[in-house]
């Protein structure tokens, strides 16, 4: 036990392996964003048995029915249902399995590229990391939507063209910071020596240099993903990403356009999704930021 100063009453030391240290570091915890994503991978991954309704199931009859609260809906379509008679509430469901998918391969496919470019630049230096970093900066150069509506009209809309499209849009940013960090790590001792001891340099990259970059990247790619589910919404409310009638949360929000003063709830509910979220990964990537980071850790 240890005392407080001024104060003759024991005070437990509030220690990690103590109760209240195990507290202090759940209430850190960014619980509520952590739920929501928690939340969302559950309706990616159990789509087919959370929703009511096959997402391009059409009933006329049941068509432009408004959200059950309002005179007129039905808690057989809880969140109403769209011009088609499509429930609106199956198809953000699986328009969480197709949004997330997009954007976590997308991240996947630029972290990849962007640490192996990021990598080889920074180890190698010379003309190759000039020529590789100058591309890096093109590519960072051009507006990324304008960029991304180019392309996607170019390759035609599909899912593995979007996510084509954004890991190449977005494997620079990764390419930088991995430089950046790969020039610092080079220059210790841990690398010298191991040069000295004869290591190749595909085994300094793969044992000394990589498994320093990882936390990084984590941060990086946890940041990436709201920007990546915006831009795939994006193009697919333009037409140019996820084709209809599949249910991405872009596409769902282009088919109200025409209708929001008199069907909202059409474009209203996949609109919250992405903004929920985009919100809970930045959230969370924050945290994440700030859990790895030693300079912000110690403050």
Not at 180 to 201: F, M, N, P, Q
Not at 213 to 225: D, G, N, T
Request: contains cysteine; aromatic residues 8%.
């Amino acid at each position: 036990m240890a005392l407080s100063k001024g104060s003759g009453a024991p005070r437990l030391a509030a220690g990690k392996g103590h109760p209240l240290g195990l507290w202090h570091q759940l209430r850190e915890l960014p619980l509520v964003p952590m739920g929501a994503i928690a939340l969302l991978l559950v309706m990616a991954i159990a789509a087919p048995l959370l929703a009511p309704y096959p997402p391009t199931e059409q009933s006329l009859l049941d068509r432009l029915m408004p959200p059950f609260w309002i005179a007129g809906g039905d808690l057989l379509h809880p969140l109403g249902t769209d011009h088609y008679g499509r429930d609106v509430l199956s198809r953000v469901i699986w328009g969480a399995r197709v949004s997330l998918s997009v954007a976590l391969v997308a991240i996947v496919v630029a972290g990849a590229i962007g640490t192996v470019v990021g990598i080889i630049a920074g180890y190698f230096g010379g003309f190759i990391e000039i020529a590789l970093m100058r591309v890096a900066d093109a590519f960072l150069a051009i507006p990324a939507v304008l960029v991304a509506i180019m392309l996607g009209a170019t390759l035609g809309p599909s899912f593995e063209n979007v996510v084509a499209v954004i890991g190449l849009l977005y494997w620079p940013r990764y390419a930088r910071q991995v430089r950046g960090e790969t020039l610092a790590i080079k220059g210790s001792d841990y690398v010298k020596l191991a040069r000295v001891a004869g290591c190749s340099s595909t085994r300094i990259l793969a044992t000394h240099i990589f498994p320093n970059l990882v936390p990084s990247l984590l941060v990086l790619a946890s940041l990436q993903v709201g920007a990546a589910i915006i831009l795939e919404a994006t193009l697919s409310f333009l037409g140019v990403g996820i084709p209809p009638p599949q249910p991405a949360w872009g596409v769902i929000v282009e088919d109200g356009r025409g209708m929001l003063a008199s069907a909202w709830w059409i474009s209203l509910f996949p609109g919250l999704a992405i903004a929920i979220t985009v919100l809970a990964f930045n959230l969370t990537g924050d945290w994440i930021r700030d859990r790895l980071d030693p300079k912000l850790r110690s403050r």
